[in-house]
């Protein structure tokens, strides 16, 4: 329950920073996250199961898909500029924020991992907001960026503290918000501005790299084999490092430089299309899978 921690820290920091008209502006937001935080506290103390956890999502996600206009209305440049009718959106805005919430809380599966993937998004977002004058949403990605920091000095191996889904699923809908709302406002930059990416989907991609490969590969092995994609098993990346002997410190510095890595190919690839990234991203996802399932055969046979 280490999200306990964590909201208790970024709630002081955001009550220091945010006026009380920042506050109301983001009330559908906070409200959100609030009982993003009751569900996964709830499951920590008396487990639910994965469709009564998946479920009890969808109250957080739908007011902030309908009360707090958190909804995707178009394409944004990735099939032209095609706008979505308004069930569409709803309906897509809801699926994308309850895939990437859960893609998060998949990764809470070593030491350290989730804090540090969390730190790493939340930074990148933090930066980026404040530097088109989003600073509400800047402070709000720093302040939690901030409490995952002071998270992780407990939460590194070996652990004295977890983050359990307390922490994980709250995290996980604050970036899949965050998310959003950088497709859409970085669409909406003008062209020429500093600070543009060309391709808003593309990119964000490229932030979530680790969330949305580990679960889309994951799903992937489950159903070759006929299985629920909600089973748990020892698929997951982390596992992999693991299968190599890596330790949980290594495992997490390994998967952290690898989503730094998709950072940079988003800021060098800023002025090209969404499918020449999402290429050149599958091409890199699928040699990092292939080189951990040779390195893990070598493994095996020494």
């Excluded at 506050?23 to 937001?29: C, G, H, L, P, T």
């Excluded at 995290?171 to 959003?180: D, F, K, N, R, T």
Aim: net charge neutral.
């Amino acid at each position: 329950m280490g999200g306990i921690a964590i909201l208790l820290g970024a709630s002081i920091s955001l009550a220091m920073c945010l006026s009380f008209q920042e506050w109301v502006a983001f009330r559908f937001f906070f409200i959100s996250i609030a009982l993003m935080f009751i569900i996964g506290l709830r499951d920590d103390i008396l487990a639910l199961t994965p469709k009564q956890k998946l479920y009890s999502q969808f109250l957080p996600v739908l007011i902030l898909v309908f009360l707090g206009n958190t909804v995707l209305t178009s394409t944004y440049g990735f099939i032209g500029d095609f706008i979505f009718p308004e069930w569409i959106g709803f309906l897509l805005s809801v699926i994308v924020l309850i895939v990437l919430t859960n893609a998060y809380n998949l990764i809470d599966g070593l030491d350290g991992l989730a804090g540090t993937i969390g730190i790493i998004i939340l930074g990148f977002y933090g930066i980026w907001f404040f530097a088109i004058g989003g600073t509400t949403l800047g402070y709000i990605a720093f302040c939690f960026s901030g409490a995952l920091l002071a998270f992780l000095f407990f939460n590194w191996q070996p652990s004295r503290i977890f983050m359990g889904d307390t922490g994980a699923l709250m995290i996980g809908l604050i970036i899949s918000y965050m998310s959003v709302e950088f497709i859409k406002m970085n669409y909406q930059l003008p062209d020429d501005h500093l600070y543009k990416f060309s391709s808003s989907v593309a990119t964000a991609i490229c932030i979530l790299i680790i969330p949305v490969f580990d679960t889309l590969r994951v799903i992937i092995l489950r159903l070759r084999k006929f299985q629920s994609p909600f089973l748990a098993d020892k698929n997951h990346i982390h596992h992999q490092f693991l299968n190599l002997g890596f330790s949980h410190s290594k495992s997490v510095l390994s998967i952290s430089m690898i989503s730094i890595f998709f950072l940079g190919i988003a800021l060098l690839l800023r002025d090209q299309n969404d499918f020449l990234i999402l290429f050149i991203v599958l091409v890199v996802c699928l040699i990092i899978n292939y080189t951990l399932k040779i390195a893990q055969r070598k493994q095996v046979i020494k």
